[in-house]
């Protein structure tokens, strides 16, 4: 790689990391405490910044300055280590997401994703199943009954809720034939009779909801946050956690929700595609532009569900979790590519092209 390659890749990187999941973390943040305001009722952040916009600054100032306590009997490394591989899987797994189609940059042909890479979706998942280490390895380290308690449903929520969420992915790679990211966007990119989007929402709407729920398992959001659960756990996992430690699983979580919506867009949302755009006399900067602006829309209108989803519907029990998992999702997402694959050989046997 030659030196303007290297520039190139690392200003993505770091518009990724600060400019969309630090960034877009704290703005999250924002949304969360405003949006369940309105729906509890209540004014929310209104004092800190014009209409409480400096609030989410002001809380990372309060958890850097507040005292690390660690519990006398915790093991202090690895105590250490489980928010570092908390934060350090969020920040990693929108590598692989394009943000954009390409953009000309210094005389050259930039591709809008950090890491183009053949087995993109293979990425995805191994990433999140390490994701699993940094919660339950918090609950383990604690030496508190609470926290171990949530480390151990992590693990079997997470567990139970990846399955589904892999298999939820098959249908859409036996349409697309392809792990790369970005190849699935530009198939979306057709159109059928030249007016409809080639999007997977239409192709794959129980692949989409059953990875849509996962989504929310492994974000550890409600109705799905049985790893914290403070009214029975008092905080889970995270209970012995205080100042900056806390402060990244905090920033963990939002960058999850962030980088899943931006996933389930990439997958069944077209991604970066602004249907008929294209058809029009533009340029290519702008089109870029406008490219990068539509991804952010619809990510943005993905975060706000997650938010109004958490505020309206009540916790899971734990048996109703698990029920959920292995006796309603599961099966659905193993019919779901079944029924996919039936359905493409009848198309193909009559020479029909999706």
Partial sequence: MD??????????ILIIIFGVLVL???????????????????????????????????DVVKLVMKEDIVPKQANLLIHDLAPIISITVALSTFAIVPFGNTIELFGRQVKLIIADVDIGILYLLALTSIGVYGISLAGWSSNNKYSLLGGLRSSAQLISYELSMGLSLIGVLMISGTLRLDQIVLQQTEYWWGIIPHWNIILQPFGFITFLIASFAETNRLPFDLPEAEPELVGGYHTEYTGMK???????EYANVITSSAITVTLFFGGWHLPWIDQLSISPLLLSILQIFTFLTKVIFLVLFFIIVRWTIPRFRYDQLMHIGWKVMLPIA???????????????YFGITL
Wanted: charged fraction near 10%; hydrophobic fraction near 65%; aromatic fraction near 10%.
């Fill in 334 to 348: 193993i019919a779901n590519f079944l029924i996919t694959g039936v359905i493409m050989l009848l198309l193909q």
């Fill in 24 to 58: 877009g973390a704290a703005m999250a943040v924002l949304a969360e405490r405003r949006v369940s305001a309105f729906i509890q009722e209540r004014l929310g952040p209104n004092r800190v910044g014009p209409g409480g916009f400096i609030q989410p600054f002001a």
């Fill in 3 to 12: 030196i303007i390659s290297i520039a190139i890749a690392l200003i993505k």
């Fill in 246 to 252: 806390f402060g990244l699983f905090f920033l963990a």
